[in-house]
């Protein structure tokens, strides 16, 4: 075994003691946080939105937003974003944190004060917090009463049960709503973005309990056909295969009824339906002497060549289209974007250029990094996407940027944070304020 350079650790009791002592440590350190964010929060109400400070990084165009439920303080709209590019952290991760410190502070405040004690996991307290964010106050208050003393003992399934006690017994209204709502989110994804080397991504739903029995008999009983076919693979995956079986069923069926509406003998004019996916592929990949890899835009990793190939089979229309040159200028004196700019801006970054934000550049607006009111031109070296949110925070913050090169941009934020965005990756390059 390698020597430890862990100190004193010579023993296994030493060895636990010191592990335990980390753990507590780091538990302490993450309520620290927390407290940081309530600082924060505090020092960005909603009369700094209307009375922002030349140095409160706040403009015209910011607003005051709640962050968790009723009765706690509202917060300028984006404070949050500072907190997270400070911690590393995206947006959505920084208004989460921001928000469960603020429930817990204000609408569950036995519950904190058993995390700074130690008897309950920061961890659960927070799921707790977002859990009876949407309660009413004197909702809110009865779970935290209900729970002071065992919330750390209680199971998860417990507190659930607790929690819709509450929403039904002080808001009933609000719960009739979830349970539309719940209805309503009813969903079905297929992560094409999650594609791995292999050409293999993962499917999840919530469904109505009598769409999701009848979705199982029916990929069982695919499953159940390609055995009796002679298929010779595992149960799970031909129920698998079974599920695209459906799929490709149920598009020949639209086909064939599609062609029927249209007229005796149109059938055989019906072409297959498209399933468009952008592979980029180098010249030494496409040649068939050697294996290499593809990536492909609709997901977030790369594919085998072969994969592709696959995919390029029998009766698969395949369009080859120009390369566009990324290390291209393009020049226009007029404000709008061409469509030439935007694709090459796309391609270039391939998600939103601010720091941390991992949302698709085809999902973002294409931004001038200066202005064009204020002499930046509509051009390469001049342009980037960025999704809505982060575009508004930019455009009604003291938040500037630059870009470096093609797809790298230096961005700094109003209290003096230094922080540059590399096609996907972040880094901050200050470590801490000016003036801490």
């Avoid at 989110?185 to 919530?206: K, L, N, W």
């Avoid at 996407?385 to 090169?405: S, V």
């Amino acid at each position: 075994m390698a020597d430890s350079e862990l100190p004193d650790c010579d023993t296994p009791a030493t060895v636990l003691a010191f592990a335990q002592s980390r753990r507590a440590a780091a538990q302490r350190a993450e309520i620290d946080v927390l407290e940081a964010a309530l600082v924060w929060a505090s020092m960005h109400p909603e009369e700094s939105v209307a009375d922002a400070a030349p140095t409160s990084g706040l403009v015209f165009g910011e607003v005051a937003v709640p962050l968790t439920g009723e009765g706690t303080p509202l917060v300028a709209e984006f404070a949050p974003i500072e907190f997270g590019a400070a911690l590393g952290m995206s947006t959505d991760s920084a208004r989460s944190l921001v928000g469960d410190a603020l429930e817990l502070a204000h609408r569950l405040k036995r519950t904190w004060k058993l995390v700074h004690a130690g008897k309950v996991p920061l961890s659960k307290a927070r799921r707790l917090a977002q859990l009876t964010t949407t309660l009413p106050l004197d909702g809110a208050e009865f779970v935290d009463r209900q729970l002071a003393g065992f919330v750390g003992k209680i199971g998860w399934a417990g507190i659930e049960r607790l929690v819709d006690q509450a929403r039904v017994a002080f808001d009933p209204e609000g719960a009739e709503k979830q349970r539309r709502e719940a209805a309503d989110g009813r969903r079905f994804d297929v992560h094409t973005r999650g594609a791995s080397h292999d050409g293999i991504v993962h499917v999840e739903g919530v469904l109505d309990l009598a769409d999701a029995i009848d979705l199982d008999a029916a990929v069982r009983q695919g499953a159940e056909e390609l055995s009796a076919l002679g298929s010779t693979e595992s149960l799970d995956v031909r129920r698998s295969m079974a599920a695209g079986e459906l799929a490709r069923r149920q598009l020949a069926f639209d086909l064939r009824a599609e062609a029927g509406d249209a007229g005796d003998g149109a059938a055989s004019a019906v072409k297959p339906r498209q399933v468009v996916i952008h592979v980029h592929l180098s010249h030494a990949a496409i040649s068939r002497d050697e294996a290499g890899i593809a990536h492909v835009e609709e997901t977030r990793s790369i594919v085998s060549t072969d994969q592709v190939r696959q995919w390029c089979g029998t009766d698969t229309q395949v369009v080859i289209k120009p390369v566009i040159d990324l290390e291209a200028h393009h020049h226009t004196e007029a404000y709008a974007i061409p469509d030439r700019l935007t694709e090459q801006t796309r391609l270039t970054q391939p998600v939103c250029a601010f720091p941390w934000c991992e949302r698709p550049a085809r999902r973002c607006d294409t931004d001038h990094v200066l202005a064009h009111g204020s002499g930046g031109s509509t051009c390469s070296c001049n342009l980037a996407p960025l999704c809505r949110r982060h575009h508004r925070a930019k455009t009604h913050t003291a938040r500037t940027y630059d870009k470096t090169d093609a797809a790298t941009y230096l961005w700094r934020s109003p209290h003096g944070l230094h922080l540059v965005k590399d096609r996907a990756t972040t880094r901050l390059v200050t470590a801490h304020p000016p003036d801490a």
